[in-house]
């Protein structure tokens, strides 16, 4: 029997050119594509400031933009680490899970009103090391199970919030160690030492994913993991790395947000899911993996904090605040979305 192909191959033109009629496709294709695409959260940045400026003179204000800057520095942390995972086309939950448990551990070891402990700037690094631990525990699992790593993340997340309700009794502990809280009271050039922490983990995450080969593999793990297996990269072993890096950067978000709150709770990290998911997409790294990286999150980032600084000055309600950040992911990912490549959509 013989298979006429060359039919299918018409269908298919069809439907690409199809979607390619459909807005913000088409938008997409006159702006010119995928460049189109790549410059649109700047410019989405840049009008959002200027608009709220005209709305508010207040946004401009050195003492405004310096509180706004504070407000970016733990979500940039985070979302970086979430970046790497994302690129690769997966996904990491226990953002909030992982940042509990670094908030927990450096509390309870530093100088705190509940214990008699203070090992000082040790507290710090075994917070680290606890984010780091459970993100290579996730890609351990992700990996060697075989498990989706929604659901393998998912399961990390409520391990962490679990071991932090067990261990902080369900009760805030307050930070006694005045070095560790001065990373957000103390000020350098006029600005927190947390916002110089969040920009050396910008910078440390942008070395890593346009400098290093780990950042390479990355990247071609999420364009396209069977070719990447072909060119000889060790798919197994740059997931787990890559889920202890998204780890390492979830334990410096842990203190920077022990630092900032002078406490920790078990439910320290809720919201931080959202908030970073957001930043990253929003910034136009695509969840299909591939495509995107760190610079777009950063924009992302500040996308997000500039917006939600400027409906508190706008006045809006909390609800319609909710609302807007959900509009913004759709739309943000419809912009984001190649959709000459992406056939099926499920």
């Known amino acids: 029997m013989t298979i006429h192909t060359e039919p299918l191959k018409s269908v298919s033109d069809i439907e690409r050119t199809t979607l390619m009629t459909f807005l913000p496709g088409r938008i997409a294709a006159v702006f010119g594509g995928r460049r189109w695409r790549s410059l649109a959260p700047l410019a989405v940045l840049i009008v959002l400031c200027l608009l709220i400026a005209i709305a508010n003179p207040n946004f401009i204000e050195l003492r405004n933009l310096v509180r706004l800057a504070n407000s970016a520095a733990v979500p940039l942390t985070l979302a970086m680490g979430l970046t790497f995972i994302i690129l690769m086309g997966s996904i990491d939950l226990s953002v909030e899970g992982t940042l509990s448990v670094s908030a927990m551990v450096v509390v309870l070891l530093a100088a705190n009103d509940a214990n008699g402990n203070d090992y000082g700037w040790w507290a710090v690094l075994a917070a680290v090391i606890a984010g780091t631990a459970m993100g290579l525990l996730?890609?351990?699992?992700?990996?060697?199970?075989?498990?989706?790593?929604?659901?393998?993340?998912?399961?990390?997340?409520f391990i962490g919030l679990g071991l932090s309700v067990y261990m902080l009794g369900g009760s805030a502990i307050r930070l006694n160690d005045a070095s560790i809280r001065d990373l957000a009271l103390h000020r350098f050039l006029g600005l927190p030492v947390a916002v110089w922490v969040a920009f050396a983990a910008f910078l440390l995450a942008a070395i890593i994913q346009y400098h290093t080969k780990l950042g390479r593999h990355i990247l071609a793990i999420g364009g396209d993991e069977d070719v990447a297996k072909l060119s000889g990269v060790n798919v197994t072993r740059v997931r787990i790395t890559a889920f202890a890096l998204a780890g390492f950067f979830f334990g410096i978000s842990g203190v920077l947000a022990a630092a900032q709150l002078g406490q920790s709770h078990a439910v320290i990290g809720d919201g931080r899911l959202f908030a970073a998911v957001t930043a990253v997409v929003v910034g136009g790294t695509a969840l299909t993996g591939g495509e995107g990286g760190v610079v777009n999150t950063a924009v992302g980032v500040l996308i997000v904090t500039v917006l939600a600084n400027g409906m508190i000055l706008l006045g809006i309600s909390p609800y319609i605040q909710q609302t807007v950040q959900g509009l913004m992911i759709i739309a943000a990912v419809a912009l984001s979305l190649d959709r000459v490549r992406l056939r099926i959509v499920k």
């Not at 996730?138 to 997340?157: D, E, K, N, Y």
């Open 138 to 157: 996730s890609g351990l699992v992700q990996t060697m199970l075989r498990i989706p790593s929604f659901m393998a993340t998912l399961g990390m997340w």
